[in-house]
């Protein structure tokens, strides 16, 4: 009995609504028994004509509300990456402050993701923060309550900053894309190259004074793929009207449960963290 309530369970959070068999059903000609055809008349006879019927007025359709920037790959909107890629840049480079940013984001619409993703996730923070964390891709937690590190993840992040002189209101959060791929699927390369001037643009004008990128994507998409997670070593991410900023790559806190190699290492990279805070505040 227990099984059974968890595969129920399981088919309504996957949205399951129909029952299917092992054999094909042609749903189109369902109930088709159920309805009848007109007889037809009798030849014999000489046809009535039916009363004439005035066809209804033409009603003019709803005009539909044109978005501010058309759907990438969609019919007489944008069709290569180039221009996505373009039109990224240019929204993110008009955004002057953060607020603008979180405008800009909610507004573009030449990214798949943003079509299938329930909430755009925005930065979230003081500007000029002693650290900005940036997340992985974000999770379903994320993306249903439309709040950066929400769920599991934040309470586990909430665990990694116990140590640390500093609290979550006082450090900048954001993920490395505003929409959740569908599934969680990874994003695509295409993807990662449109979302990145928002990332880029929103690390300008949070200013914070030091990176700490969780998990691979926020590395791959900022510092290269050969960046390794487990380097523990600040480096430079040199952004234009924002100069050199130390960042450094991490493992991402939803790993604390992978293994003990796992929390070892992220344990290190946070006494990193802990010591250069207190040296350099």
């Not at 088919?11 to 007889?39: F, I, K, M, Q």
Request: net charge neutral.
């Amino acid at each position: 009995m227990h099984d059974a309530l968890s595969l129920l369970r399981l088919y309504t959070e996957w949205g399951v609504d129909t029952a299917v068999t092992d054999t094909a059903t042609d749903h189109r000609l369902s109930g088709a028994g159920a309805h009848h055809l007109p007889r037809l008349p009798n030849p014999g006879k000489p046809r009535q004509s039916a009363p004439a019927v005035q066809a209804p007025p033409m009603v003019a359709p709803h005009t539909l509300r044109q978005n501010p920037t058309p759907a990438a790959g969609s019919e007489g909107g944008i069709t290569s990456l180039g221009e996505s890629i373009a039109l990224a840049q240019q929204a993110a480079a008009q955004a002057s402050t953060p607020d603008a940013l979180r405008t800009a984001m909610e507004q573009f619409d030449a990214c798949s993701l943003r079509g299938t993703a329930m909430h755009t996730l925005l930065p979230s923070g003081p500007t000029n923060a002693p650290l900005m964390l940036i997340g992985e891709a974000p999770d379903a937690d994320e993306d249903r309550s439309g709040h950066v590190f929400a769920g599991l993840c934040g309470t586990l992040l909430d665990t990694l900053l116990a140590p640390l002189p500093l609290e979550r209101s006082q450090l900048t959060l954001a993920t490395a894309l505003p929409w959740r791929p569908p599934g969680g699927r990874p994003p695509s390369d295409a993807e990662q190259r449109i979302c990145l001037p928002f990332l880029h643009r929103a690390i300008t004008l949070f200013a914070p004074r030091r990176l700490v990128l969780c998990g691979r994507l926020p590395a791959t998409m900022l510092l290269g793929k050969d960046t390794p997670t487990t380097r523990r070593e600040w480096g430079t991410l040199a952004l234009p009207g924002l100069g050199d900023v130390p960042v450094l790559a991490m493992r991402h806190p939803l790993q604390l449960r992978a293994s003990p190699t796992a929390r070892r290492e992220i344990w290190q990279t946070l006494m990193l963290v802990m010591k250069t805070l207190r040296d350099t505040p």
